[in-house]
Nanobody, 124 residues
Framework: QVQLVESGGGLVQAGGSLRLSCAASGGTFSRYAMGWFRQDPGKEREFVAT???????YYADFVKGRFTISRDNAKNTVYLQMNSLKPEDAAVYYCAAHSAAWRITSQLYDYNYWGQGTQVTVSS
């Protein structure tokens, strides 16, 4: 059983940056593909980015060029560097993992494990 704990959320002005972290435990981290999703109240949870064990990445169109996902397999941690933040980026950000470590997917139902989320607020 994999446990995921996010950190790094907070309040930032539009145009600013935040780096989210997600620490994993309870499994062999390098065997999992990792992803970030976000959810605004009243909206469906949506895909943000994913990274495979070997470092291949894939992003939602609305974050391309602004967000960067990375991972440190030695530290069992995945990161989401968020730059040029916009008010519409405000949401609870969730870290997720799935065991098909070779497969890129943006579908929620493919992810087996989820963190509790960290709030990101962007002021205009």
């Amino acid at each position: 059983q994999v446990q995921l704990v996010e950190s790094g959320g907070g309040l930032v002005q539009a145009g600013g940056s935040l780096r989210l972290s997600c620490a994993a435990s309870g499994g062999t981290f390098s065997r999992y593909a990792m992803g970030w999703f976000r959810q605004d109240p009243g909206k469906e949870r949506e895909f943000v980015a994913t990274i495979l064990s070997g470092g291949v990445t894939y992003y939602a169109d609305f974050v391309k060029g602004r967000f960067t996902i990375s991972r440190d397999n030695a530290k069992n941690t995945v990161y989401l560097q968020m730059n040029s933040l916009k008010p519409e980026d405000a949401a609870v950000y969730y870290c997720a993992a799935h065991s098909a470590a070779w497969r890129i997917t943006s579908q929620l139902y493919d992810y087996n494990y989820w963190g509790q989320g960290t709030q990101v607020t962007v002021s205009s």
